[in-house]
């Protein structure tokens, strides 16, 4: 058996959403920062061996050729004859040195890195027979814990009712998107708990707030008891989420725009975090672990995000997540397997359940088979990037 890589290639997929035909590529949601586009774009890597695989991906939803166009041009010559008999971390080190007066660890540097990354660590468990989450020195947890956060819809009562049907099920953990002003997000919060019962619930802001409302915002949330606040200032404001964090009786939740422990390491330091957020598509598994260890140092649980990529990045997170020492909960939606199902085998991203309710408030068992121990469709991956 040849453990010598003999090939790094990406694909970029377009997975139309049931949203009709959009006309535009991207679209601003109102009072949001970012763009987003109007159907799912996935960066997925595919990592081989004579003889075994491993993928990964990127978080990448609005310009996945960016980093694609890195991992072609930089990454594969490099990594094509290399050994990964060693493992993947020196490799993925390697990698972030490569562009070290560009950026080397973040934006889309970062991105490309984190997908390569994951691809090795897959790659090096199928070599080895060795689950991700052996390899990181073994889980803490067969199953984690998530939340839902797909609490979607035209109106704070559409919202509720999507909730109320995941809460019969048994799910108790949830996070609603509210980007009004105080006011507004208060009362459309309340209407989403009336449907939840003593469930967590959590607010995620979008970064949309300034110092004043954000305050605002924090007391009725302490009024009401809730899990955690969100990015609720702009995601550069250290010092402002700093004042805020000690202002605030809930938990300030701060991350997925990060990609690198340095930066983790700063927020926690300053007291601007309560709750990290790395996200597996930005951070890779390498960087994550170095993320987990400063936060464990601070006393800060972790809360992986997850939102626009596929099963892939996730299952990289429940790996990780089995293996840190202080997991909060991880991010979670029924999107994610519909958006990975065309390719993915998706019933591991399913919460265990037993007479059709779910155990534990909502869980994720980790994949026990080596690597990611996920199973992707090759043939429809080609297709799919095909066109």
């Given at each position: ?5 003999r090939s790094v ?59 694609g166009a890195l ?68 889980a803490n947890v ?246």
């Amino acid at each position: 058996m040849t453990t010598t890589i003999r090939s790094v290639e990406t694909f970029r997929l377009r997975v139309p959403r049931d949203n009709g035909a959009p006309t535009e590529r991207f679209r601003a949601a109102p009072r949001v920062r970012s763009i987003y586009p109007t159907a799912d774009e996935l960066l997925l890597v595919r990592i081989a061996t004579d003889d075994h695989v491993g993928w990964g991906e990127a978080l990448a939803p609005a310009s996945p050729e960016a980093p694609g166009a890195l991992i072609d041009e930089v990454f594969a010559p490099f990594l094509v004859g290399v050994d990964i008999a060693a493992g993947a971390r020196p490799l993925t080190r390697r990698l972030q040195q490569t562009g070290r007066e560009r950026g080397h660890l973040s934006g889309i540097q970062a991105d490309a890195i984190a997908a390569v990354d994951i691809a090795l660590w897959d790659l090096f468990g199928q070599v080895t027979a060795l689950p991700v989450k052996t390899l990181l020195g073994g889980a803490n947890v067969d199953a984690v814990p998530v939340y839902m956060s797909e609490v979607n819809g035209a109106s704070a009562h559409a919202k509720a009712a999507t909730a109320a049907l995941l809460y019969e099920r048994g799910m108790e953990r949830f996070k609603v998107h509210l980007v009004g002003p105080p006011e507004i997000a208060l009362a459309e919060y309340d209407v989403v708990r009336s449907e939840v019962g003593t469930s967590r619930l959590a607010l995620d802001a979008h970064w949309v707030h300034g110092a004043g409302d954000a305050r605002r915002l924090a007391r009725g949330l302490d009024e009401r008891g809730a899990w955690f606040l969100e990015a609720p200032l702009a995601p550069e404001d250290v010092d402002g989420h700093v004042r805020l964090a000690a202002y605030s009786g809930t938990s300030i939740a701060i991350g997925e725009a990060m990609r690198h422990r340095f930066e983790f390491a700063q927020w926690a330091g300053a007291g601007a975090m309560a709750i990290a957020q790395p996200d597996l598509g930005r951070t890779g598994i390498t960087e994550a672990i170095s993320i987990a260890t400063i936060m464990g140092a601070h006393h800060i649980p972790l809360a992986p995000h997850h939102s626009m990529a596929s099963g892939i990045a996730y299952a990289a997170a429940l790996h990780v997540s089995a293996a840190v020492d202080d997991l909060l909960a991880v991010e979670w939606g029924p999107r994610i397997a519909e958006r990975s199902d065309s390719f993915l085998d998706v019933a591991f991203l399913e919460p265990i359940g037993t007479s059709g309710a779910w155990i534990e408030g909502g869980v994720v068992a980790v994949p026990a088979g080596a690597g990611l121990g996920i199973h992707v469709d090759e043939e429809a991956v080609r297709r799919l990037a095909a066109g």
